[in-house]
């Protein structure tokens, strides 16, 4: 799978999981909803920078970001 999809895909989890809906993971990450959404559909990818942003802005490790669980 594609380390883009993976990051999509584990971003969406991990979101959900902590409740927080994509405005306000943006705004705890310093990011526009847009650029979240378009993330985790894919459509973009993230600067190591803004991987570490998200990463903080969940409280995870950003590594947790782009580890396929499905393998």
Do not use: C, H, W
Not at 8 to 30: H, I, P, W, Y
Not at 43 to 63: F, G, H, Q, W
């Amino acid at each position: 799978m594609a380390l883009r999809s993976v990051l999509a895909r584990n971003l969406r989890v991990l979101r959900l999981e902590r409740g927080m809906s994509q405005e306000a993971l943006a705004s705890k990450a310093d990011l526009d909803r847009t650029y979240v959404s378009s993330i985790e559909r894919s459509r973009y990818s993230a600067t190591i920078d803004t991987l570490e942003r998200l990463a903080d802005a969940l409280n995870v490790p950003a590594v947790d970001l782009l580890k396929d669980k499905r393998a």
